[in-house]
């Protein structure tokens, strides 16, 4: 395993509608584990493929509490297959654009179908924070950020100020 280094927004590569997997084969294996390892280092609760740099259909997400047993889920080719009516609303972050975080509202429980690592057809019902994790990590295969589900002025801000970090740090590893 190894960890991967994560893409920060703004970046034209967090804005791709990643293609779907054939197959979870060796390499789609390695990079669910890779994106683990990455993910738990961040420490995050859910990491998708474009943000590591590939434009493909996976993601995972670990939705476990602080004292609870890891719960990692991965993911090929996730679709939602229902959605409730009800709606549940989560200050998300997202480790490409850290230390920023936002109220979105999204649908309270859902049934998703995906690959797993071991290339079976699953589904999984998932409710609250582990369906808001999955229905944020998909946004990502679409080029979908957090900060496109919130007001135009809101999203501004948080995009300028991670443009000004980032040159910030630009310049301090030119001194
Ligand atoms: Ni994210």
């Known amino acids: 395993m190894a960890t991967l280094p ?21 390499a789609i294996v390695t990079l669910m584990a890779d994106m683990l390892e990455t993910m738990y280092l961040a420490p995050g609760i859910g990491l998708a493929a474009p943000q590591v740099g590939v434009t493909k ?27 409730s009516e009800e709606l549940w609303t989560y200050e998300e972050g997202c480790l490409s654009l ?42 990502h295969l679409e080029g979908t950020l957090f900060v496109d589900h919130i007001s135009a002025l809101k999203r501004n801000m948080i995009l300028r100020k991670l443009v000004k970090t980032k040159k910030l740090k630009a310049h301090d590893a030119a001194d």
């Open 6 to 26: 994560i893409i920060i927004a703004p970046d034209p590569r967090l804005k791709v509608k990643c293609a779907p997997v054939d197959n979870v084969d060796e």
């Open 57 to 83: 259909r996976v993601i995972i997400v670990d939705a476990a509490g602080k004292d609870d047993d890891p719960n990692p889920i991965k993911m090929a080719n996730p679709e939602l297959l229902s959605v």
């Open 98 to 139: 850290p230390e920023h975080y936002a109220e979105v509202e999204r649908p309270a429980r859902i049934k998703v179908g995906y690959l797993d690592e071991n290339n079976t057809r699953c589904e999984l019902e998932a409710e609250d924070l582990l369906a808001t994790c999955i229905q944020h990590e998909m946004d």
